[in-house]
T-cell receptor
Framework: EDQVTQSPEALRLQEGESSSLNCSYTVSGLRGLFWYRQDPGKGPEFLFTLYSAGEEKEKERLKATLTKKESFLHITAPKPEDSATYLCAVQAHNQGGKLIFGQGTELSVKP | ETGVTQTPRHLVMGMTNKKSLKCEQHLGHNAMYWYKQSAKKPLELMFVYNFKEQTENNSVPSRFSPECPNSSHLFLHLHTLQPEDSALYLC?????????????FGDGTRLSIL
């Protein structure tokens, strides 16, 4: 069964304190792994897509990496405005575009 | 307007009411999705439409009835809902269901069942 597990469930950082969020997955043929950011009262906002092991994507203070079993979202020198819930989702081949989501990591960055 | 727009943003209804949620996308996409997001649970896919045709119903109770009149609009008709149906309902769109391009989400309708 295709599955996505994110850890930790919640993460509290001081401003400038770098860290990583983990997304472990099991899927029968990965088509793509997606990272989203969700602010309270809002829908998920697309951040990155990773398609194959070894791929990396960067955007401002965020960097996403992918292996055959997991993805990391590295946050370098975070700011309070990076506080949000980060969602990971996988798409498998032959599943018609269906995304399987993890439970998310709630990130809080204190000034 | 750009992106994916959902209305209403908030909805409170009794268990015997009938209401509808609306989603509109201005991205030129051909696939549209309904998801349910409950507290502390992963997003659950409910329905998928591709070029106006329903391609997936993820074992959703019949009290939820989707409608997709064209590739830009998606509705979710609600009737005789239960308290456990209270959740955030999210609409998303993508280029098409066979694509590995990302889905783009609206801000959802927060539904409360009394």
């Amino acid at each position: 069964e295709d599955q996505v597990t994110q850890s930790p469930e919640a993460l509290r950082l001081q401003e400038g304190e770098s860290s990583s969020l983990n997304c472990s997955y099991t899927v029968s043929g990965l088509r793509g792994l997606f990272w989203y950011r969700q602010d309270p009262g809002k829908g998920p906002e697309f951040l990155f897509t990773l398609y194959s092991a070894g791929e990396e994507k960067e955007k401002e203070r965020l960097k996403a990496t992918l292996t055959k079993k997991e993805s990391f979202l590295h946050i370098t020198a975070p700011k309070p405005e990076d506080s949000a819930t980060y969602l990971c989702a996988v798409q498998a081949h032959n599943q018609g575009g269906k995304l399987i989501f993890g439970q998310g990591t709630e990130l809080s960055v204190k000034p | 307007e750009t992106g994916v727009t959902q209305t209403p943003r908030h909805l409170v209804m009794g268990m015997t009411n009938k209401k509808s949620l609306k989603c509109e996308q201005h991205l030129g996409h051909n696939a549209m999705y309904w998801y349910k997001q409950s507290a502390k649970k992963p997003l659950e896919l409910m329905f998928v439409y591709n070029f106006k045709e329903q391609t997936e119903n993820n074992s959703v109770p019949s009290r939820f009835s989707p409608e997709c009149p064209n590739s830009s609009h998606l509705f979710l008709h609600l009737h005789t809902l239960q308290p456990e149906d209270s959740a955030l309902y999210l609409c998303a769109s993508s280029l098409d269901r066979g694509s590995n391009q990302p889905q783009h989400f609206g801000d959802g309708t927060r539904l409360s069942i009394l």
